[in-house]
């Protein structure tokens, strides 16, 4: 079972550089996540999409930005990366009253 | 907005003992999702268990259960028979039934397994 898919699992980038995060979710899930982990800290939500078609902001969305491309696809783009978006990101997906299912998780430094 | 408290940043437990992870949450809210994650080196985030707040019987997924006090909003785990595969971080989560449904993270718990 695939799950929940994300490309590339590491990445590094120079400062100013940009790059897009894909995600892609095999179980028919309406609601996709995009999370980032920093050292000691529990997972925050970047930007959510309820449903395909929308897509909104969580908590710290700051110099992202996302595409719901269909019900499967939901992409995170860093348009001029900065070192502080070092982290590891996480793609997840549900359905409503659901448990979250996580992908495997992107490891990204930023030099 | 909901907050998810982990209070024990870490925690050690000897092979074949019991711990207790502990999380309390904020809510206003009467209908709601709590879960236990646990993260292992890799990072992946793995589901421990799951508990519905109007289920008033507490979870169990075999090693693993649930002290869940809605009144006190407190949800703590318990790992019985702990083994040195059990070593990670542990994130209790808060999920709304209500509304879009994001998952609130506390900061974790690492479990510490010594042999």
């Known amino acids: 079972n695939a799950g929940v898919t994300q490309t590339p699992k590491f990445q590094v980038l120079k400062t100013g550089q940009s790059m897009t995060l894909q995600c892609a979710q095999d179980m028919n899930h309406n609601s996709m996540y995009w999370y980032r982990q920093d050292p000691g800290m529990g997972l925050r939500l970047i930007y959510y999409?309820?449903?395909?078609?929308?897509?909104d902001k969580g908590e710290v969305p700051n110099g992202y930005n996302v595409s719901r491309l269909n019900k499967r696809e939901f992409s995170l783009r860093l348009e001029s990366a900065a070192p502080s978006q070092t982290s590891v990101y996480f793609c997840?997906?549900?359905?409503?009253?659901?448990?979250?299912?996580f992908g495997e998780g992107s490891w990204l430094t930023v030099v | 907005a909901q907050t998810v408290t982990q209070s024990q940043p870490e925690m050690s437990v000897q092979e074949a003992e019991t711990v207790t992870l502990s999380c309390t949450y904020d809510t206003s809210e009467s209908d709601y999702y709590l879960f236990w994650y646990k993260q292992p080196p890799s990072r992946q985030m793995i589901l421990v268990i799951r508990q519905e707040a109007y289920k008033q019987q507490n979870a169990t997924e075999n090693r693993f259960s649930v002290n869940f006090q809605k009144a006190a909003k407190s949800f703590s785990l318990k790992i019985s028979d702990s083994q040195l595969g059990d070593a990670a971080m542990y994130f209790c989560?808060?999920?709304?039934?209500?509304?879009?449904?994001?998952?609130?993270f506390g900061t974790g718990t690492r479990l510490l397994v010594s042999p």
């Open positions: 989560a808060y999920r709304s039934a209500e509304g879009f449904q994001k998952l609130v």
């Open positions: 999409s309820a449903s395909e078609g929308t897509t």
């Open positions: 997840a997906s549900s359905n409503r009253g659901n448990t979250i299912y």
